[in-house]
């Protein structure tokens, strides 16, 4: 069975608004029977937007609120990180023009663990890792 990790910017849209992205990624995230994922540094990346981006980047809701209820929703598992994330991420140099570290913890998750990452971020195409084909 394949085991999907969703980056940060589909788990944020996912769930308020699927209908955003291709008939394919909204078929994925509707279908009980996918296994997704998302880390928990994705929402140490939300936080971290909320923070620093309180302009573009809002919830009507608390944080919390969102992401249970997101993960509720969405039936989504959380992956916390392990040891052997953090030894990938260390492994993987990032690619030119991408000093994204929020990114490249969660491409680590996805190597080590061999997740599909689910992404519309064409950088992470130039990552070790399955893509999810959109």
Do not use: C
């Not at 394949?2 to 955003?20: G, H, M, V």
């Not at 990180?81 to 990938?88: D, G, I």
């Amino acid at each position: 069975m394949k085991n999907y990790l969703l980056d940060t910017q589909i788990f944020i849209k996912a769930f308020p608004q699927p209908e955003s992205f291709s008939k394919k990624i909204v078929k994925l995230l509707e279908d009980p029977s996918t296994i997704k994922y998302v880390s928990s540094v994705t929402f140490w990346e939300i936080s971290y937007l909320l923070d620093s981006k309180p302009h573009v980047f809002k919830l009507k809701v608390p944080l919390t609120a969102f992401i249970n209820e997101a993960l509720k929703s969405l039936q989504i598992i959380t992956l916390n990180l392990s040891p052997e994330h953090s030894q990938r991420f260390y492994e993987i140099q990032p690619v030119k023009d991408h000093k994204d570290i929020f990114d490249r913890m969660l491409i680590a998750q996805a190597a080590s663990s061999g997740f599909i990452m689910v992404s519309t971020d064409l950088k992470f195409s130039n990552y070790p890792i399955r893509l999810f084909d959109y």
